[in-house]
């Protein structure tokens, strides 16, 4: 298992103050499970299952940090994904 705090941020971008990406990262022998957790905006978790042990969480950080709904966090390989999931907690 490793744990990483805002995976790929590298200055001169910042997040606004008090915001953070968790990312767990769970290997098993064949396959992956990762966990992002978030508090900007609302808290979500989201939990992706994948096929490989060589699978890797990237973010857009650019994106992330406007908020964009689409192509801040990318899986690869895509094809290994299986299975994804999201919980947003409303306020």
Avoid: M
């Avoid at 298992?1 to 103050?17: A, F, Q, T, W, Y």
């Avoid at 990262?25 to 992706?48: E, K, M, S, W």
Wanted: a neutral charge; one cysteine or more.
């Amino acid at each position: 298992v490793s744990v990483e705090l805002n995976p790929g941020l590298k200055p001169p971008l910042v997040l606004p103050p008090e915001v953070g990406l968790v990312h767990v990262r769970g290997l098993g022998l064949n396959d992956t499970l990762h966990f992002l957790i978030c508090n900007y905006g609302a808290p979500a978790l989201l939990l992706v299952h994948t096929n490989s042990t060589q699978s890797t969480v990237q973010v857009k950080w650019p994106n992330f940090i406007n908020q964009s709904l689409s192509g801040s966090l990318k899986v690869e390989p895509q094809d290994s994904v299986q299975y994804s999931s999201a919980l947003v907690f409303t306020r």
